[in-house]
């Protein structure tokens, strides 16, 4: 149901229309409303979250008014070029493109614009004035948060926040509702908050069960995307898989030797930096694994740059920001680039432009315990490589039986455009490469 003013002045009504997003989507998904009607909005100011190619992106208002009518409501999945929002022009107008500029959505920037976030980011926020302070803290926050608060009814102005920037993230709100009141559980993938389903307690066997004996959740955002991404990589590409265990002895020595330099102060080495590295080197020799099959064309299509993807877990589900030129950073950068990006994504403050564009991509399967896996190659790309757990295991060593740290690497691939052969080579010098770190020197 549409939400709409008793009454309106249909000479003087303004129509924002969902704008076309730059990433190539015929939609969106409405995540949530900043305003209600009867509301007055200033131009440039947020009025709702959308989500679209798994980013969940800030809507400004192009102009200045009384919302007299939102026509969706959240959940919802919007066309692009189809009424969001109809807003009376009662206040000054600022024309879009006033000053020479045209108001450009939240997390994208104007066509053609390729500045890194690395180069990006702020250094010194600058102070607001009193009277701006409550909206420049609540658009310091991710979207989530924004929704939670709203849905819980708590004042992001009174929540300090942990996120990038200081921005208020999920777990800041959800730290911020007092023990007594009840929570909602909230599931960002799949819909809005609801309240705990009442359980009834067994006196004979001790155990809290759920009331009901199914649940069922819509399959929305995050978890809609993904699946159709996944559906669309196991329907139209042949892909294929080979493995290899290796002795990762050398690489955790030389992390830990790294980590008490001067160089690597304040940052978190982690082995993934490394094989990152190393997967980069590898990329450099063998460049047909960094391209993608566009069936349209019917052509291989070979990238002499890498935009690497990195696989981040989140609350939404599971993202996949890339590193932007990422052929060009040092094993520091690399280090400083992958804790940001995975801070970001987690925090829901990854844009469209982290998103999209991935040539090569690295999930590391081994935080959660596990040995191997099988990945589906991202759509768009030839290949992805698993990083597994990195245990003490026995191994031989020098013709002796000893104890070394060990891991196993996998790399799932497009068997169209990439051969068993490529593939094995690819992975036997990343392999080599972590087993011998110190070769990497030869390759930067």
């Not at 131009?43 to 800030?58: F, G, H, P, W």
Request: net charge negative.
């Amino acid at each position: 149901m549409q939400d709409r003013a008793p009454e309106e002045d249909q000479g003087n009504i303004l129509e924002f229309r969902l704008p076309d997003l730059g990433e190539g989507l015929a939609d969106a998904e409405l995540v949530s409303w900043s305003v209600g009607v009867g509301d007055t909005v200033q131009l440039n100011q947020t009025i709702a979250d959308v989500e679209t190619a798994k980013a969940v992106v800030s809507l400004p208002s192009p102009f200045s008014g009384t919302v007299i009518e939102l026509l969706a409501q959240p959940g919802e999945t919007v066309a692009v070029g189809a009424p969001l929002i109809r807003v009376r022009n009662d206040l000054p107008v600022a024309p879009e493109g006033a000053n020479g500029r045209t108001a450009v959505l939240v997390g994208y920037g104007p066509e053609g614009e390729t500045v890194s976030r690395r180069r990006g980011r702020p250094t010194e926020p600058t102070a607001p004035s009193p009277a701006a302070e409550p909206e420049m803290r609540r658009a310091a926050a991710t979207p989530g948060a924004r929704k939670l608060a709203k849905e819980l009814g708590i004042d992001l102005w009174y929540v300090a926040g942990s996120g990038p920037d200081g921005a208020v993230t999920v777990e800041d709100v959800r730290g911020a509702v007092p023990v007594s009141q009840p929570r909602a559980l909230v599931n960002h993938t799949e819909g809005p908050a609801t309240l705990p389903t009442p359980s009834v307690t067994d006196p004979n066997a001790g155990v809290v069960r759920p009331a009901s004996r199914e649940e069922r959740t819509s399959i929305s955002g995050i978890r809609k995307r993904t699946a159709a991404a996944m559906v669309a990589s196991a329907r139209t590409i042949p892909q294929a898989s080979t493995f290899v265990t290796i002795d990762f002895t050398a690489s955790m020595e030389l992390l830990d030797h790294l980590r008490t330099t001067k160089s690597f102060e304040g940052l978190t080495l982690t082995p993934l930096a490394l094989v990152a590295k190393s997967v980069l080197a590898a990329l450099a020799e063998y460049p047909g694994i960094n391209a993608f099959w566009d069936e349209a064309n019917q052509e291989i299509v070979t990238k002499h740059y890498v935009n690497l993807g990195i696989a981040v877990a989140t609350e939404r589900g599971l993202l996949v920001p890339n590193l932007k030129e990422a052929q060009a950073l040092s094993l520091r950068d690399l280090c400083r680039e992958i804790g940001w990006l995975a801070e970001t994504a987690r925090s829901g403050g990854a844009t469209p432009t982290d998103l999209r564009g991935g040539t090569f991509t690295i999930t590391n399967v081994g935080v959660f315990g596990v040995d191997a896996g099988v990945p589906l190659v991202n759509p768009g790309e030839a290949a992805i490589l698993c990083l597994g757990s990195i245990r003490k295991r026995p191994w031989v060593f020098r013709d002796e039986l000893a104890i070394r740290w060990v891991t196993t690497i996998g790399i799932s691939f497009d068997h169209r455009m990439i051969d068993g052969e490529l593939a094995s080579r690819f992975l036997a010098t990343v392999a080599g490469l972590l087993e011998d770190p110190l070769t990497l020197l030869s390759r930067m």
